[in-house]
């Protein structure tokens, strides 16, 4: 008994310092985020993509805590919208590994290929 609440206290800790799963957001608001990056990657330039949040894995496909996104989606009116409703709703501190996304250009899309 005394081992088991070991590895459940340890994993609560390792969670906890993780920063993630402090909460919880409606699959509403993680939807029309998801649906607006995928229809915001276009780029001419490296330059014209940027590196966003997901938000401690609330939006998918993400990498070490990031996502690419065109610079004018993340500009954009809606998308600080989408990012107010996110930060209110998803965990209050999320860690960023030190694997840096680095955003480019590929064939048009700052996701590239595929």
């Known amino acids: ?3 088991v609440f070991g590895v459940l206290l340890a994993t609560a800790l390792l969670a906890t310092a993780q920063g993630c799963g402090a909460g ?3 699959q509403a608001v993680v939807d029309r985020a998801t649906t607006f990056i995928a229809q915001h990657q276009s780029c001419a330039t490296d330059a014209d993509c940027v590196v966003i949040s997901d938000y401690c894995q609330t939006l998918p ?3 070490c805590g990031q ?7 993340k500009e954009s009116a809606e998308w600080g919208d989408l990012d107010h ?9 999320c860690t ?3 694997a840096a996304l680095i955003p480019a250009c590929h064939a048009g899309s700052c996701k590239g290929p595929g």
């Not at 996502?67 to 989606?73: N, P």
């Not at 409703?85 to 501190?93: I, N």
Request: proline share 4%.
């Open 96 to 98: 960023v590994c030190l």
């Open 85 to 93: 409703e996110l930060s209110d709703c998803g965990p209050s501190k």
């Open 1 to 3: 008994m005394g081992r």
């Open 67 to 73: 996502l690419v996104m065109s610079r004018a989606g």
């Open 61 to 63: 496909n993400g990498y």
């Open 24 to 26: 919880k957001c409606d």
